[in-house]
């Protein structure tokens, strides 16, 4: 905090995880004496570059690029890249750190890193895109490769970006080194469920944490919010399993459907016209739409699965799911719940699936897609898909585990952020002062 005052959100990312690890530190001297907290909290790299680019009325627009690759004790660096104007350096430490433990919880070799850009792809052309994401690699392909750092989408990445950002990345390197980047197209080395592997994975981790505790989906309500990659394929999961998701939202506000969201719609929305949540509304004569996202915890639900952006979920939101008798939160995205309202949760007893453990599945799939890459070989949908319940329901077990093994039962958070640092803080030690 002295060296860094004004980065608040990675401050709080790290007090979440040192709080508690503390039972291990007390049992395990070595971390101590081995500073692997000191090392841990200090990126291993971060790169900050200019971004100039030329809009469609032919004037200059310069944004700030950023990459910080927090750790590779575990394997390759990996993290999405976020194109959205709240980014900052501080957001993508914490997001970075967050990425290490992560990936250490998919068992797979992958490290932590995260980038992007204050860009904001919402109004601009193809054509303005695609020169911004060209310029963003003509800097960024220096520090990444398949063997180094392999970043993935995130907020305002998707299969368009990553497109773009690869056949710069290709044309510089003058090599078809596909595995550097995930998320890509079927038609160039993406990994089938790549797309789905976030919100499926959320779901197969709900599912078994409802089911350890006697509960199940089926018949469940569940409020969802975002309408992006997480959310959608949330909803659609919850569906498969019976349970009837009634709301989706934007930054602009929410949907509530009392007839179940109808997903197709939010996909033709969303996805093919690029659209705002609220025209759901038009084709739907039941459902409603409230201007302010936050509003969506209002909505009387038995889960409720946070799968827009940080700090999307405060104490007056969980005060009202509770009020109106919550039983399970699934954090779809990343640290979507405030500190005190996490803690309130905890307090009224709710399961709870912390963002690290039960949105591993999309990192894990990407990795699944570098191994395709590796072997040259696609592997099928159901193939994927069984290796992702897999992870999911691994990351779980292993959780609950270590929360119990260090007096910490049935607290997930602990759990996974304990499972995560075992594994990273022992691979470090094993490999020295580096
Ligand atoms: P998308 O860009 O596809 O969708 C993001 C959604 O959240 C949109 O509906 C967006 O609305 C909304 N949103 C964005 N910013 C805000 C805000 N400040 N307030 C309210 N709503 C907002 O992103 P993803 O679905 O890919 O990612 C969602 C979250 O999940 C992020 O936290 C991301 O880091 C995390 N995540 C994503 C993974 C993936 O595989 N995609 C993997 C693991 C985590 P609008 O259109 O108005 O901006």
Known sequence: EKKDPQEKEYHNVVKEVLTSIVPVLEQHP????????????????????????????????????????????????????????SVTLSILKFLAFEQTFKNSLTGLPIGGAKGGSDFDPKGKSDNEVMRFCQSFMTELYRHIGSMVDTPAGDIGVGGREIGYLYGQYKRIVNSFDSAVLTGKGLGYGGSLARTEATGYGLLYFMKEMLEDNGQSLQG????????GNVATYAIEKA?????????????????????????ALVKEIKQVRRGRIKEYVEKRPNAQYHEGCKGVWTVKCDIALPCATQSELDIDGVKALVANGVMAVGEGANMPTTLDATEYLLEKGVLFGPAKAANAGGVAVSALEMSQNSERLHWTFEEVDERLKGIMKNIYRNSKKNAEKYGQKGNLIAGANITAFLHVADTMIAQGIV
């Open 239 to 263: 569906i498969e399993f019976g349970a009837k998701p009634v709301t989706c939202s934007d930054s602009n506000g929410y949907v509530y459907d009392p007839d179940g969201i109808d997903l």
């Open 30 to 85: 070595e971390y101590k004496k081995h500073k692997i907290l000191e090392r841990m909290v200090e990126p291993e790299r971060v790169v900050m570059f200019r971004v100039p680019w030329e809009d469609d009325k032919g004037e200059v627009q310069v944004n700030r690029g950023y990459r910080v690759q927090a750790n590779s004790a575990v394997g390759t660096y990996k993290g999405g890249l976020r194109f959205h104007p």
């Open 220 to 227: 469940k309500t569940v409020v969802v919010s975002g309408s």
